[in-house]
């Protein structure tokens, strides 16, 4: 049974390593596998960073089931097993061991969200270009099929994994362990993950990242950040993309200003054109002000 | 969907922690804010639950409302939904409930 509808089909998500220098198309490549689901696969909210980080109880999570004391008021009986789990409980513990393996080697991870054909891998084969030079970039790639992306970032020369979800909307933190350790990325480096095209899903599920990014372009409509809230209010920035089509389009620049700043106030916001160029320095800036202290990698 | 994968993961923890054990209830906490739709969850959970300890079981899901407090004025107030706007005009507010996702507890056989 697929993760997402129930239909059957069994495919889970696969890995694929695309290397540089590959042949563009046309043959069986040698590193797919499945990702084996059933441990240590579990779905989380992140904390720390972004206005949807849920505040977690008091976890009893570990050892065993507890049965609850006989209460005459509350109806519960002897045979009631009181777990107080976080349902995200394994996502977020899998999460922070991401952060922590790429806090230890000085690594930024950003986590990309956007719907699809905001401009995210325009984006990325820019940034590949333009910010390679100072910091060795690679990137993971997340869709639901094709390694179309991949084979577009490895053009620039960079590192990049593909893991196509199948059916599953987003990417959790158990695929990213298994894209980093695909990839290895290098110490005091940059991973960029260009997570599933959805406003929704991938809001909810901590990786392990650095840093949030969310890409909406003016094509998409002002009133995105109040459609979108749980989206919106995640993000440690805001790009919005296609600003250069601003002069051609009924977009109130101001209004969805306002608007992302009713459901995240603290969040940056930078106006870019992927394509053109335009701000491209201010996201630069905004990703080597984050990228971790040298002095922390071993 | 996210919820199809949530649910399976809220199946799983259960089922490892009673260890195989028959439950016939589970009681859940998803706040209004949490971004995942009960009913989805509902919808999911019959066929997360096929063949394992949980199948047939009963879902209780208990929905806490959201809640906020301003950071300016330090009102604290009801939120219906993540647009958080205090009385006070302040978009700066800290929500304090309505974000939970929990597994509470399980009636076993």
């Known amino acids: ?108 991870a950003v986590n990309l969200m956007s719907s699809p054909g905001s401009g995210k891998t325009t984006l990325l084969e820019r940034t590949v270009r333009e910010l390679g030079p ?24 960079c590192a990049a994994v593909q893991i196509n979800t199948g059916a599953g909307c987003h990417l959790d ?25 959805n406003l929704v899903c991938p809001a909810l599920f901590d990786l392990g990242e650095s840093c949030r990014v969310v890409i909406c372009s003016v094509t998409e409509g002002a009133d995105k950040p109040l459609k979108y809230p749980h989206m919106f209010r995640a993000a440690d920035l805001i790009l919005v993309n296609k600003a250069d089509l601003l002069p051609h389009l009924d977009f109130d620049a101001d209004f969805f200003t306002d608007c992302v700043r009713r459901v995240n106030p603290g969040a940056d916001l930078l106006w870019i054109s992927a394509a053109r160029g335009e701000g491209l320095d201010t996201w630069y800036t905004w990703l080597h002000k984050r990228m971790p202290d040298p002095a922390v990698t071993s | 969907m996210h919820e199809m994968a949530i649910t399976q993961s809220v199946v799983e923890t259960v089922c490892e922690r009673l260890e195989g054990a028959p439950a016939r209830a589970l009681t859940l906490e998803i706040g209004r804010l949490s971004g995942v739709v009960p009913d989805a969850v509902r919808f999911c959970f019959d066929m997360a639950a096929d063949g394992t300890a949980l199948a047939g079981a009963r879902l209780d899901i208990t929905e806490p409302d959201g809640r906020a407090r301003c950071r300016a004025c330090t009102n604290e107030f009801r939120l219906d939904d993540l647009i958080a706007l205090c009385g006070c005009g302040s978009a700066d507010v800290e929500i304090t409930g309505g974000q939970e996702l929990r597994i509470r507890s399980v009636e076993v056989l």
């Not at chain 1, 998500?13 to 695309?18: A, D, G, I, N, Y």
């Not at chain 1, 006989?70 to 976080?86: K, M």
């Not at chain 1, 933190?173 to 290895?184: F, P």
């Open chain 1, 134 to 157: 100072d910091v060795p970039v690679s990137v993971i790639e997340g869709d639901q099929e094709t390694l179309i992306d991949a084979e577009r970032l490895r053009a620039t020369g």
């Open chain 1, 1 to 108: 049974m697929c993760a997402t509808c129930g239909c059957s089909d069994p495919a889970g998500p696969r890995l694929t390593e695309v290397h540089p220098g590959a042949s563009e198309h046309g043959h069986e490549h040698a590193h797919e596998h499945e990702h084996a689901h059933g441990h240590e696969h579990a779905h989380g909210h992140g904390h720390g960073h972004g206005g949807l980080r849920h505040r977690h109880g008091d976890e009893s999570g570990h050892g065993r089931p507890a049965r609850s004391a006989p209460s005459a008021d509350s109806g519960a009986d002897e045979q009631t097993v009181v777990l107080e789990e976080q349902v995200l409980a394994k996502n977020d513990r899998l999460a922070e061991r991401n952060r922590a393996w790429l806090d230890e080697r000085g690594i930024l």
């Open chain 1, 173 to 197: 933190a158990a695929m990213l362990e298994s894209g980093l350790h695909r990839l290895d990325p290098a110490p005091a480096s940059a991973v960029f993950v260009e997570n599933v095209g």
